[in-house]
């Protein structure tokens, strides 16, 4: 519902002022660790990167255009638990570029909750450097309040924020990285909301649908191309009233990420430090661990969405 309901503050400012959340976002840090294809093995080993173009446009008139590139910087065992690194690095023509760095558990792999809460395997990031410029690193903590939720109350937020996939068949898609064929998948993630604003009711609804074409051959994250059509849209009626009036379209963007580039070296981690830069035995557990330590008071981040 917390998701749902910061979608419902974007429509809010749509209807208000034409704010796109295209535009909001674009000087924000990206973190791909999300992008990764938690579902298969992870086959990949330290230094294997992934580089995609991205761009976007949108009714109201907002451009994205910029290249994401995806690194496996390299591997810790972190409290006990085998983890890697994963770099990301967003550049602009008209911006400074940006970069960031998470510690994701190699538990993450084969469980289904990554992709929908891959802050649960987050256990350290960087997003830049300290004032003796030396890599910045915060410990990711849940919330307390989350730790406290039952059962009853991930279901609701799974229905949600509800995940509809669709196998459509092998496919192929021919990318600047060459020509792969795999698997096109359509997922789909629809949120709605109505709320009461004012003398109004404020009704609000977003469809996202992502196109993926997968292919065995790209590391990390799997796949070759991602086209996605995000719609919005909504109606306003005084409240106590039935409103049966179509809805308007508040923004629609349409957008692509083709891969342009992959390999396995070549590429220098940036905030990584370099005693990390390494592979591990992933084979290692908490109690095996001669690294295992009590855990640090460290730095404390909030939930990344």
């Known amino acids: 519902m917390r998701r749902a309901a910061r979608f419902l503050l974007a429509a809010i400012s749509l209807l208000a002022i034409g704010r ?16 990764m294809d938690y579902m298969r093995p992870p086959d990949f080993k330290v230094g294997t990167w992934v580089k995609y173009h991205v761009k976007s446009t949108s009714l109201q008139g907002y451009e994205d255009d910029y290249t994401v590139t ?22 602009r023509k008209d911006r400074p570029p940006r970069f960031a760095a998470s510690l994701i558990s190699f538990a993450a792999f084969g469980d289904t909750m990554a992709t929908r809460h891959p802050i649960w395997f987050t256990r350290k990031t960087i997003e830049g450097y300290d004032e003796n410029n030396l890599p910045d690193e915060a410990i990711v903590r849940r919330q307390a309040n989350e730790m406290k939720l039952r059962a009853i109350n991930y279901e609701q937020e799974h229905r949600d924020t509800w995940i509809y996939r669709d196998t459509l068949g ?7 990285a060459g020509t792969f064929k795999g698997l096109k998948i359509k997922v789909l993630r629809p949120w709605a909301e109505t709320t009461d604003r004012g003398d109004s009711t404020i009704y609000y609804e977003r469809r996202e649908t992502r196109t993926y074409y ?12 991602m086209d996605i059509d995000d719609v919005q849209k909504g109606k306003t009626w005084p409240i106590g009233q039935s409103s049966q009036k179509p809805l ?58």
């Open 20 to 35: 796109s959340a295209l535009a909001q976002s674009a000087d924000q840090v990206i973190d791909a660790s999300g992008m």
């Open 170 to 176: 092998t496919d192929t898609t021919t990318v600047p």
């Open 70 to 91: 995806v690194l496996a910087a390299g591997e810790e065992v972190f409290w006990g638990e085998p983890c890697f690194w994963v770099e990301t690095w967003v550049e």
């Open 214 to 225: 997968y292919s065995d051959r790209v590391p990390l994250t799997g796949f070759a191309r």
């Open 248 to 305: 308007n379209i508040l923004e629609r963007a349409q957008g692509s990420a083709v891969l342009i580039g992959q390999g396995t070296s070549g590429v220098t981690p940036l905030l990584v430090p370099e005693s990390r830069r390494h592979s591990i035995d992933r084979g290692l557990t908490r109690e095996s661990s001669p690294t295992h330590a009590p855990h640090p008071a460290g730095k404390r981040t909030g939930a990344k969405g």
